[in-house]
């Protein structure tokens, strides 16, 4: 009888907490001052001081956890035809204020480029070709000075773990410009769910409920770095996928190994050529013929990767989650993830020492 009075209350607290998340969605200010610079970074280094020594992701052991609960449930519901709603619904109001107080209000908190005052996000296709081949430049450079001939394709020669250590120094470096990007203590660690989350087609996530980074341990390694670096910006409070992509790029340029620094401008890379080939197909064929043999490898390699993996479900789960970005206040959904094009051409022009490669 008493947990069934506890069960109403929690159910009735879903309502009382979404109300209150619409309204304060509106208040991005608040949030960024109050919540995202203020108790978050708290949450945050709690959770990566008590669970990041744990060798192994607590959090995909919750995710695990949860995906039996619901199969006894569903299981149960068949055997006895009879179901606890309220109980449901007071689960589902737990994971749902944990959720927000834990990560999830940094999706309402001010834009990046607003914090950073980058002035426009808009761009010209000209404007992006010559960024395109900015990028080019410096990737070419990079994957010659790794393997001394143009046409051999870049492989990072650290293990995973050495990986993630390594990812500290370039939020080091970074935060000595941006001092709330510092990050300490770590919590990277790769995913038990490694080969289902390779087929959704998922690089990695972080974790809401442990604040730990997810990477996906059958990634391409080339892209490692760059992937450890995205998902740390996500710990660090950047929800928004272009603000992480953003985020995680600066950290891995500004890193002191080369690879690192060839994994960032190669992710960014990637992304502009994509954005070009929408725009212009016969700028980006022009722009491709100039790009090292070597770099077209690890491209191919990447794609040859991820298309090995396709299936008839993962379009599916791509659509949920873009579902998911647009109800959290990414109106682009799961195409956010391009837009740091727009972050990089534009704050490249009020920053051009940013761009200098790092000796």
Known sequence: MKNSKLFKIFSLFLLLQWVFIQFISRYPDFIENYYSKG?????????????????????DVIYISIGLFMIISVYKFLKYRTINFFKIIASISILYFCFYF?????????PLHKSLEIKELKYSVDELETFTYQLIEKVNHLQKEITQNDTI??????GKKEIYSKVQNGYKNLSI??????????????????????????????NPFTGEAQVNS??????????????????LGYAAENEANFVGFLATIHNDDVYFQYSGYYMALRYSLNDLYRHDQEKYTSAMHVLNNGTRKNMKDNYEFWNSYKNPIEPYTKMLFDQFLKANKQKDGIKSYSKMVGMLINYNKQNDKVFKFIN
Request: proline residues 10%; aromatic residues 20%; glycine residues 6%.
């Open 102 to 110: 834990f990560w999830g209000l940094n999706y309402y908190r001010n």
């Open 153 to 158: 394709k870049v492989e990072i020669p650290f």
């Open 218 to 235: 059958l990634n391409p390694i080339v892209l490692y770095p760059s992937t450890s670096s995205h998902e740390v910006a996500h710990q």
């Open 177 to 206: 410009l941006y001092p709330e990007l510092n990050y300490t203590p770590q919590s990277i660690k790769n995913s038990i769910l490694s080969l289902p989350m390779t087929y959704l087609g998922t690089s990695g996530y972080m």
């Open 39 to 59: 108790i978050y970074p708290f949450i945050s280094r709690f959770f990566r001081t008590i669970i990041g020594w744990i060798p192994f992701s607590l959090g």
